[in-house]
């Protein structure tokens, strides 16, 4: 016992908890660091999504982490919200600060922290597939960083569409759809970014994309989302092509980071985070 005061933080999950690879990278930087803050992790069906939220309030969490499906549900019980969570109309992370909670999302905001450290995305020429949660946060951040233009592949026209219509309408960049229902994309030249944003490879890495590999070239960076495995199809057929690749398991590491810093006010050591989070899925 130190008798210094433990802060808290939350992550609400929709889905049982059998483990979270969030939660493992928290404990780890928090005891690396010697900061008395754990990181607790609770199942809250969507019914106990408010009654969850006032318990955070009730029991001084410093914030918390809200995944599928409480990312839009949970806004309607918090105090205010960043620019980038109200632009995408998600949140994945709450910060307490002056007894208000702020809705942040942090998912876009940890795949363009990776992504710059390969290249800049100012100017650059995006295509994105998927429409998702998760294209939509990285969307979102691309253009407020100030890309040139993103192309949506979409296999759902509506859904893409009204991402489209955020981006080009709210964010203000060029942006249009194109749909990958009936052949693979073929990524034009001039592409500098290419993101698979959709599930497909996630368990299962052989799971292919709609994508015409052939189209991806050296000059191209190709990114994927999912992060297990890590070692998607789609970075493998564009490594082979001599593309730059990065997977998903920055993305997760940064975001967390971004988070970290958010709640405690002090950057974590990242290595342990990534170490941690290796060591959690066994690689
Ligand atoms: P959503 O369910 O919101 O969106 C899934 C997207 O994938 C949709 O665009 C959907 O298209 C598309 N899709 C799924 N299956 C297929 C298929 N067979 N063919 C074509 N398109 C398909 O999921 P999220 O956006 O929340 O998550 C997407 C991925 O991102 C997940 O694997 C998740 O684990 C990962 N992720 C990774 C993070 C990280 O830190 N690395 C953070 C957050 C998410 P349609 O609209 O047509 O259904």
Redesign the pocket.
């Known amino acids: 016992m130190t008798g210094k005061p433990i802060h808290k933080v939350v992550s609400c999950m929709g889905q049982p908890v059998a483990g979270n690879p969030t939660e493992f990278m928290f404990e780890r930087a928090f005891a690396a660091a010697g900061l008395d803050w754990r990181y607790v992790t609770f199942e809250v069906p969507e019914a106990g999504l408010e009654a969850a939220v006032a318990g955070m309030r009730a029991m001084g969490f410093r914030g918390g982490n809200f995944t599928?499906p409480h990312k839009v549900k949970v806004i309607e019980y918090l105090d205010g919200l960043s620019t980038a969570a109200e632009l995408m109309g998600a949140v994945n992370c709450v910060n307490a600060t002056n007894g208000q909670l702020i809705g942040e999302n942090t998912?876009g905001k940890?795949?363009v922290a990776s992504l710059k450290e390969l290249v800049d995305p100012q100017g650059a020429h995006v295509v994105i597939l998927?429409?998702?949660?998760?294209?939509r946060a990285i969307s979102v951040e691309l253009g407020l960083e100030g890309v040139a233009e993103i192309v949506v592949v979409?296999?759902?026209a509506s859904?893409?569409q009204e991402l489209v219509d955020l981006i080009s309408g709210r964010v203000g960049i060029p942006c249009r759809l194109e749909s990958?229902a009936e052949r693979d994309y073929a990524i034009d030249t001039g592409t500098e970014i290419v993101i698979n944003?959709?599930?497909?490879?996630?368990g299962d890495a052989e799971a292919r994309v709609?994508l015409d590999v052939e189209t991806l070239e050296a000059s191209m960076v190709v990114a994927d989302?999912?992060?297990n495995p890590p070692q998607t199809r789609l970075l493998r057929d564009a490594a082979e092509r001599g593309c730059r690749v990065l997977d998903?398991?920055g993305?997760?590491v940064n975001?967390a980071v971004i988070g970290y810093r958010i709640w405690t006010g002090v950057d974590p050591d990242a290595n342990v985070m990534r170490e941690a989070l290796e060591e959690y899925l066994g690689l």
């Open positions: 599928i998912d940890g795949f998927g429409a998702g949660g998760a294209a979409n296999r759902t859904r893409g990958s944003a959709t599930s497909i490879g996630l709609p989302v999912v992060f998903g398991l993305m997760l975001q």
